[in-house]
């Protein structure tokens, strides 16, 4: 099944996008009125005015700043956009301004005082913003709340144009879809450093990404948001585009109604979700996490990312339920997801699944690790297993080196014998679902022992292509010949000896200083920071410098420029003598939500790592 509009709805999308164009073909839009014998004036003041550019270089264009405030200024955002020319900046001054229906028909960059110091409020009054056809708008610093579209879309945003928004929040806003935005067809959204939390809708809770529709988010965290049928975190509906990197969705629903589906993510176009988590979301049918439709094909390729505690409640895939084209999963945990049928993942058409662990999931009946019902589901170097209800149920292709756990012959609940090993519980041995240094997302560490440690000749995924790196961005097999199965690579670790660090934060350009100072442990055999991965956890925010970005300094210092996830940065190590080593590291853009004093702060090079608290 698939999310529907009315032809009634279609037609008000319709009328409002022509309507400027009607006025102009009518004549109403506002115009200049010169007379006749103002002519020779005129043609005297051009004459003049070109005489002066001949005469004096030209100066260069530049962009105004228009303020909105209580009184003293302009005292509503849509006056200062009339009176604004493409290429300004409308600046917010307000706490909380009270507005609805503002139409950016004009490229614009429209900014408050940051998400907790401005908010621009609907009062349920209609589409708090709404992004015309062809203009380019940049919303920042910001919270849009009480938005309200309740017979179309976008209650918060309503975007036809090109839309980046950043470092703002969206709550509280409703719609018939799109809550929080509505991404039209054809329009283009860019979403980083921001919260879309607590919005509503009866289609995309969170985000309605409109057939064509291209959205890109990073970076951000989608939570508490509903859906009355399906996306209750986000739809994205038939030829629409959505990337998800480096973001959060948890706590999203899709209930209430019929055959409500997708807690986190209803997709029927193409969905890519790298580095991300889905957690807690809830479907009352299918697809608690990720829902994969059949219709239009949808199409998801899911990366370095931590699907747990999602549920479906009554049928199937409480992790993802896959009856589109393909999903495709690498380097990925599933953990402690739920449903009837198809705990971690309900497949009945094309499924692969490479180097990724699957473990704690449960169904009711059949599947508790994977259920493949007439579909296709490849897995390679993966481990399916401490599943209730059966690791797996259906036929599963397997190849390369697998584990699963529940030790039954085959039939009901087994993954087959075929390239899967049947271990105990305590042969796999796997940790706890954790934030393990250096990832970003949660992952199942392998603990000393485990059957999954240098078990895989082959490293690589189903289709062939070299698996360089674990889920958290450790490198696989560092000086041996073989690698581990799963999404986790086991990696001996020595602690420094000392670690001690200074912090600055910025909230507001999500800028980062830190000044560190660490010495190596007795067991370590040096750090390498030119053929060494270097990550760094600072809170909630973590990156990882791939190995052999570094570069040699003439005074003897390491040192990294660059962007990573969209996050410019910049790192230096310098070695001060007997293994003391210091480490330097800046940035701007970083999403640095949640983070409150104390502030753990880990420093791992290679297999050297160290923890600190620092109150910033």
């Known amino acids: ?65 228009l303020t909105v405030c209580a009184s003293g200024c302009y005292t509503t955002i849509a006056a200062a956009i009339a009176a604004a020319n493409a290429g300004d900046t409308i600046s917010i001054t307000d706490a909380v301004h009270t507005e609805a229906g503002i139409t950016v028909n004009k490229t614009l960059t429209i900014q408050g005082q940051g998400a907790a110091n401005t908010a621009v409020n609907g009062n349920k009054a209609g589409s708090v913003f709404i992004v015309n056809f062809g203009v380019t708008a940049t919303i920042q610093d910001m919270t849009i709340q009480n938005g309200s579209a309740p017979a179309f879309g976008g209650g918060g945003i309503l975007n036809y144009g090109t839309l980046t928004l950043s470092n703002s929040t969206l709550s509280g806003n ?99 979700i790298s580095n991300s988590t889905l957690s807690d979301n809830r479907a ?63 497949n009945s058409s094309t499924a692969t699944i490479s180097n990724s662990t699957l473990s704690g999931n449960s169904a009711t009946y059949y599947g508790g690790g994977i259920n493949n019902n007439g579909g296709t589901t490849t897995v390679k170097n993966s481990i399916v297993g401490n599943s209730s209800g059966g690791d797996c149920y259906g036929t599963i292709t397997a190849s390369g080196a697998n584990l699963d756990t529940d030790g039954r012959a085959i039939g009901r609940g087994t993954c087959g014998s075929t390239n899967f090993t049947q271990v105990t519980s305590a042969q796999l041995n796997l940790g706890p679902l954790a934030l393990n240094p250096p990832g970003t997302t949660a992952t199942q560490a392998l603990l000393p022992g485990s059957a999954a440690i240098d078990a895989v000749t082959d490293c690589t995924d189903v289709s062939g292509n070299p698996v360089t790196t674990d889920q958290r961005g450790v490198g696989r097999h560092p000086g041996e010949s073989a690698c581990d199965i799963g999404a986790f690579e086991f990696v001996d670790q020595e602690p420094f000896a000392s670690f001690s660090a200074k912090l600055s934060l910025q909230f507001s350009q999500g800028a980062i200083s830190l000044n560190s100072a660490f010495t190596l442990g007795a067991g370590s055999t040096g750090v390498s920071p030119l053929t060494e991965a270097v990550a760094l956890r600072v809170g909630n925010f973590s990156t990882t410098i791939p190995a052999g970005s570094f570069e040699l300094k003439s005074n003897g210092s390491f040192m990294f420029v660059g962007t990573i996830n969209g996050v410019s940065m910049s790192a230096k190590i310098t070695p001060q003598g007997s293994n003391n080593y210091t480490f330097q590291f800046v940035c701007t853009g970083a999403n640095l939500t949640g983070i409150v004093n104390p502030v753990s702060v880990t420093l791992t090079i290679g297999d050297d790592t160290g923890t600190t608290s620092v109150i910033f």
């Open 1 to 65: 099944m698939r999310a529907k509009r009315s032809s009634t709805n279609i037609s008000t999308a319709l009328a409002a996008v022509t309507r400027p164009f009607r006025l102009l073909r009518c004549g109403q839009l506002p115009r200049s009125k010169r007379s006749h014998s103002n002519v020779l004036g005129t043609a005297t003041l051009v004459l003049l005015t070109l005489l002066a550019f001949s005469l004096t270089p030209p100066s260069p264009s530049y962009a105004a700043t």
């Open 174 to 272: 409703s719609a018939d879809a799109g809550g929080g935005i509505f991404n039209f067809y054809g329009g283009g959204a860019t979403i980083s450093n921001s919260t879309l939390s607590g919005n509503s809708s009866n289609f995309g809770g969170g985000i309605y990404n409109f057939d064509g529709g291209t959205a890109a988010i990073s970076n951000s965290t989608l939570s508490g948001n509903s859906a009355t049928y399906d996306g209750g975190g986000i739809l994205n509906n038939g030829r629409g585009t959505v990337t998800i990197s480096n973001s959060r969705l948890s706590g999203n629903s899709a209930s209430g109604a019929y055959y409500a589906s997708g807690g986190g993510i209803f997709n029927s176009g193409t969905a890519t």
């Open 284 to 346: 009352t049918y299918y697809g608690g996490g990720i829902y994969n439709n059949y219709y239009g094909g949808g199409t998801v390729t899911i990366r370095n990312t931590t699907l747990s505690g999602n549920s479906a409640t009554l049928y199937y895939g409480g992790g993802i339920y896959n009856g589109g084209n393909t999903v495709t999963i690498n380097n990925s945990t599933l953990s402690g997801n739920s449903a009837t049928i198809g705990g971690g993942i309900y």
